[in-house]
């Protein structure tokens, strides 16, 4: 039945599947684990209930989310070496050592104080809980930042030789590996995604039950404080990714053409394509809306400045050019229309409407999930950009794989897509139902739980008699 099938292109369907579903959950992650240490910091700071309030709402929240985002993970480890193992073999001694020190460094730091963050509040002083959280934090920063340099590098290697066995290996220093040309920029760009990601999902959350009660203290707090999130980093992450672009530029220039739709080389300048169809076979956009010479002017400050076409890239070494330029310009259009929502944050602000503008929490709501689409259309321009290749400009795709059979590849393929949507359509599912709860006053302690599990804690019989001595 799927004989007649690519089979490589079902195994890179395969991991952009999950690479997809997974990246969902540490976006969310990194920034709210963040988000918890804000509250609880501002709880000791100020002693205000609604701080630790709200830092209980959203900390069951972390909890799935959390969860899902390791599960996810694992799954993905698994395939390089189903899928991928001569990628793996060619790039280990390289690769493997950085995502040895992500699960040393990074993973057992968020394992080991997430039980005292999650369970050790009545335990431990708040002091050595806060840290705790600050740990967690502390923990998904680390994680972000391994993973970025592994896919940095495949994106702009350096500090590597190639050994007769064909495998990359260190060559001098290791931190020319780690601190590629393109690490700091892709590390900044995607930690103000997912910062930004949460306030949006945050705001969503508050103006949701602002819309049931203007007066829940909760409900006000959480909003106020991610507008103030949106409507400051929004501008951020704006200028944090014209310098990934120029730095893309510099060092995967196929990669921008495409994002651009430059077919052909623009000598006088070149135009800011807004909307179009790309037609490769044609080697042109259709139905062009561009601005003349904007492209120039953005990428090199200069509207009659040079810019070089695809017509300088072999067929066969270009990137798909559809696919990357339609996800950037999802990714950019949310990014402005971020802005735009705060921005009217701080007109609400300035007319004292924030609690009271339904208008503007029914755009913060609608805008809620645009965070994990705008991160999601990010990475597909990242990764399909980068094609043909996996390690830019050394590796090609088509020599990475393993041996692979189309059957036995669309059969797990099939396997992944009705498992993930089973399992993580209920996670999801129920992180809505927490987050549709209205947030309210809790318990300032949890529950009394039994320290000691058996064998050393005294109980009466069961008939209600004394336990004789023993």
């Given at each position: ?24 959950f ?11 240490a ?5 709880w ?5 209930s609604?701080y ?23 799954v ?5 070496g ?17 995502m040895?020190?992500e ?22 002083g ?12 502390l ?25 007769a ?8 220093s ?17 930690l ?10 945050v ?16 409900a ?24 990934h ?12 053409m ?19 169809i ?6 042109r ?62 007109l ?39 094609q ?23 059969a797990?393929?099939?396997a ?11 996670g ?20 009394q ?22």
């Open positions: 039945m799927f004989d007649n099938l690519d089979a490589v292109l079902l195994a890179r369907i395969q991991f952009a599947f999950t690479v997809s579903f997974h990246f969902i540490p976006s969310f992650s990194i920034g709210l684990a963040s988000y918890l804000v509250l609880e910091g501002l000791l700071k100020t002693g205000k609604v630790l309030d709200l830092f209980k709402y959203w900390l069951k929240i972390f909890a799935v989310v959390f969860a899902m985002g390791v599960v996810s993970g694992i993905m480890s698994y395939q390089f189903t899928n991928w193992s001569v990628f793996s073999v060619k790039t280990g001694p390289v690769l493997g050592p950085l040895a020190y699960v040393l460094t990074a993973f057992f730091l968020e394992a080991g104080f997430l039980g005292v963050m999650l369970f050790g509040m009545s335990k431990v708040r002091k050595l809980h806060f840290v705790a959280t600050c740990m967690v934090a923990g998904t920063f680390i994680s972000a930042t391994w993973i970025l340099s592994v896919n940095s590098w495949m994106q702009t290697p350096t500090g590597f030789a190639i050994n066995a064909g495998q990359f290996v260190p060559a001098g290791w931190l020319d590996i780690i601190f590629n040309p393109s690490f700091p920029y892709r590390l900044a760009h995607t103000i995604a997912s910062y930004l990601t949460t306030s949006l999902v705001g969503a959350v508050g103006a949701w039950h602002l819309l049931k009660d203007r007066t829940n203290p909760y006000r707090k959480m909003f106020s404080m991610a507008m103030w999130m949106a409507a400051i980093v929004a501008p951020i992450q704006i200028f944090s990714g014209d310098l672009g120029l730095n893309t530029l510099e060092h995967q220039p196929a990669k921008v495409a994002m651009e739709g430059h077919y052909e080389s623009h000598p006088d300048g070149a135009p800011l394509i807004l909307f179009g790309p037609n490769s076979a044609e080697k956009v259709d139905y062009a809306i561009e601005i003349p010479k904007a492209s120039s002017f953005i990428l090199k400050h200069d509207p009659n400045a040079p810019l070089a076409g695809l017509d300088t890239i072999p067929d066969d070494r270009e990137p798909p050019v559809a696919i990357v330029f339609w996800s950037f310009r999802v990714m950019v259009g949310l990014g402005f229309a971020m802005l735009g929502l705060g921005l009217i944050s701080l609400a602000r300035a007319r004292r409407s924030l609690y009271d503008w339904p208008l503007l929490h029914r755009l913060a709501i609608l805008m809620g999930p645009s965070g994990f689409v705008a991160v999601i259309a990010g990475w597909i321009t990242t990764e399909v950009g980068r043909p290749y996996t390690v830019y400009g050394h590796l090609l795709t088509g020599q990475s794989h393993s041996p692979l059979a189309a059957p036995a590849v669309a797990s393929l099939i992944f897509v009705i498992v993930y949507f089973a399992v993580f359509g209920a999801v599912w129920y992180l809505l139902k927490l987050m549709g709860h209205t947030p309210r006053a809790h318990e300032t302690e949890p529950p739980i039994p320290i000691r599990s058996a064998g050393i804690t005294p109980a009466s019989a069961l008939d209600g008699a004394p336990r004789p001595a023993e």
